[in-house]
């Protein structure tokens, strides 16, 4: 009678070892596929980044056109392609009045001087650095300037390698980048608006109110952000264009585009050009200049007095320390462009939050009146 | 008319449309067929169940709904705190306009009785169109408004006969 009990026990214990290592393959197959699954979305998504988000900027800056265009009676559709071809058309004839602009030729001299700013940065260093070993022995032990000149010596090869490659993935960006657009220039609203109505009843009406408030206040950012940027841009390319220096109009490029960061990218985007300045003008009148001209006239007058009074609300500040940690996790997830686009975004998610938070605390209020008003 | 003519100028099953039922609302009631196709496109269609509440008394009001078929009941406290039935409303009537024009809290719970579906349009909509088109979203302004004067203009009569009718008691009274 004794002896029942133990076999069903040993039975019991294999079941339960069954239940148990069927539990656990189970689980690490769907682990594993899931991760392949994760794996082959990244790969599927990988390039696709970059053209969203130019799509992204485009869509909202030809926005405002498109609807000029919609308040003549005219339909969405045949709005954009009108819009379309006034780009089209405005982009031929600057392309026939000034002529294409010379990439190809600014790209090899760039690449050809490139290491010749770099050997005058090293040459410069190892001065600093040779009168600092006298002053501090110790130093003797860094090798900052071999430090330095392997580093540059990886990224030309990075260049010298990404650019047919580069090459390519542009040709793709001029077919992608309108096709998306397009697209979401005409559907954005009708998608949003069905996902809108998937909101239960109960919680419709303060969701379409929320949302209409935060779109409002995000395209009024976005936009604001990217006129801001090209405008520096130019400002900056006009200002260096009536001095000596090589290369105006990409470094204008890389002011505008650095401005999207506040405070740290102003000053890198600084860099590049005083390094040439310094390298091909020396100290002088013309070097002051365009010291004045990134400093002065973009930054503190054109960007702090005008541009972010004008175009950007107070609401998209961000603490200095925010704004860190956007770079840094930007650059972890993106590298270099989610560096620049950190900062935005990381202003896009504290307008939504303020922006509902302020819906809640008037839906309060509101209340505190109704009750009021029985009383 | 041929009726092979009229066949193909007809636009088929029109009536079903739901541009068609908006302009039967008397809101609506003097838009063109146009106008009332652009409407159809910034209104939201919602389904609710029978017991389901639409919104309630103090809830932050952001718009107005039509009801397209089903029946809504509007229900209000009364000061010791009993909700008091106002209306039974049905396919065709309208409720909750007042919110389209400011944000203010609802006075009054909403709620669907049978299966319902109520067209639903909202101020955020509307400051939409008339942001892009304010043509169309004056007139839709334009039927809104006179539907609400009458009702003051109404309520206003209503008003002045019951203070006569007072005046009148309270001078029979002194006599």
Redesign the interface.
Known sequence: MTALPRPTGRAKNLVLFLVLSAGIATGITIFSSASTVVEWLETATSGLFLPILLSVIITFLLDPLVQLFERLQISRTTSIFAVYAILLIVCFSLLTLIGPPNWRSMLDALRADFPRYIARILEYLNNLLASAHTQFPYLENYDISGKVRQWTQEFLGLILLETPRSAMRIGSLFLLVPLFSFFFLRDSRRFMRNLISLTPNRYFEMVLDIYDHVSWQLAHFIRGRIVEAMIIGVVVWLGLSLTDIRYAPLLGAIAGVTNLVPYIGPIVGMVPGLVIALVDLGVGPQFWWILCVYLLIAQLILDNFILIPILISRVSNLHPLWVILAIVMGGKLYGVLGMIIGVPIASVIKISVIEIRHYRSSFNSAREILTNQRE | MNPLWSNIFRKPGYEGTLAYFLGTIPTFATLGRRDLVFLESII?L???NPG????S???????MYIIRSGRVRIEM?D?QGVSQVQADLEAGDFFGEIALTT???R?ATATATEQTVLV?L????L??AI?????MASKILLGLTRVLSERLQHAGLRLREQSYAHLKSVQEDQA
């Open positions: 939201h919602r389904n609710y389901e509440t639409v919104f008394e103090g809830d932050i009001g952001s718009g406290k000061e944000p203010r809290p006075i639903g909202f101020r955020a909509d400051l939409d942001r892009k088109h304010p043509a």
